[in-house]
């Protein structure tokens, strides 16, 4: 999208920030928390290669997780250094684990000729044996790759984001160079070992691969899936349902417009309103407010609307207040009144 709609010209701020939500599919085969189509939360920065760039990513990602209420998270990191790190790494998985080929996994023998770093994810016990001797990439690293990461480590001990370096951390995909993190959850409700719920990492050649021009960039994506995992076991009240502010019961000839106009205006003002658009009963009105867990009720009858005068009524606790017809253009004044 950042290719196909020139979102490099010059007329365009640079870094670019965007952040996206959307619906993702994967080739892989599917496991647990894995599925084979899946939405994504995403946040990409273009344009700036400073370490300023991947701190404030990290940061966010943090920040976003502490935010939602998420426990037990832990921010692993590592770098990937430049291109020529990447590819003297590259090679030097390939010589360790050829000899070894007939006994790996048949996902990691496949890996071995696509791409090796991904054998060091491998969960096969076929594979587990071999992972404590392979070569790590921090062995790798040029001088500039470990200033550059030592400048974004020290950064995040300033802002007391605390984090594990993780030098079996390598981020499978071909695309990422530089700085790779993972947020990992420990939750033995809903998994046996710590799972990743974030992660990401600078890619400063992909928009190249898409035919753009050479831009550096940063960014991460969440499995909206597996967050709401998380979510659902250690942040149960974000789902918790709210009810809505006001229910408007209204009977009588002439008084459904103007229920309409009265949800209308509410709304307008930013709170959640409804009124019943089947028109039963007022008795049965009242049982869908409650059953809605409507706040409050506004009573509106044909002698309401012929003396300009409405009751509003409070379910918790039964407090009543009159109210104009011109009051509901204020309904926040109203509610401090009420609340008194």
Do not use: C
């Not at 499978?172 to 998994?191: C, H, P, Q, S």
Request: charged share 30%; proline share 3%; net charge negative.
């Amino acid at each position: 999208a950042y290719v196909e709609n020139k979102l490099y010209g010059p007329d365009v701020v640079k870094p670019f920030n965007v952040y996206y939500i959307d619906n993702t599919f994967r080739y892989e085969r599917p496991q647990a928390g894995r599925q084979r189509e899946f939405h994504q939360i995403g946040v990409e920065s273009f344009g700036s290669n400073s370490p300023l760039a991947d701190v404030e990513t990290i940061m966010m990602g943090h920040d976003l997780l502490a935010e939602l209420g998420v426990k037990n998270y832990e921010l692993h990191i590592n770098t990937l250094g430049n291109a020529q790190v990447r590819k003297d790494y590259h090679d030097a998985l390939v010589n360790y684990f050829t000899p070894l080929k007939d006994q790996l996994s048949e996902d990691s023998q496949r890996r071995l000729s696509m791409n090796p770093l991904r054998i060091l994810d491998s969960k096969a016990d076929e594979d587990k044996q071999f992972l404590p001797d392979a070569p790590r990439i921090v062995d790798y690293l040029d001088e500039d790759s470990k200033k550059n990461f030592e400048t974004i480590t020290d950064m995040l001990e300033q802002l007391g984001i605390n984090y594990v370096l993780d030098d079996d951390l390598v981020r499978g995909l071909d695309y990422y160079t530089g700085v790779i993190f993972e947020f990992m959850v420990e939750d033995k409700n809903l998994w046996e070992s710590a799972t990743t719920i974030l992660g990401g990492g600078r890619y400063n050649h992909l928009v190249e691969e898409f035919d753009g021009p050479e831009t550096p960039a940063v960014g991460f994506g969440i499995g909206e899936e597996r967050l709401m995992l998380v979510l659902k076991e250690q942040n149960p009240a974000l789902f918790k349902d709210e009810g809505i502010d006001f229910f408007i019961t209204n009977i009588g000839e002439g008084t459904e417009m103007k229920a309409v106009e009265i949800e209308r205006s509410l709304r307008k003002q930013g709170f959640k309103a409804q009124y019943d658009v089947d028109q039963k009963k007022l008795k049965q009105q009242f049982r869908k407010a409650d059953r809605v867990h409507a706040k409050f009720v506004i009573t509106l009858g044909a002698k309401e609307l012929e003396n300009g005068v409405l009751n509003i009524k409070r379910l918790a606790d039964g407090k009543t207040l009159d109210l104009s017809l011109e009051d509901l253009n204020d309904m926040k004044s109203v509610m401090e009144k009420i609340e008194d």
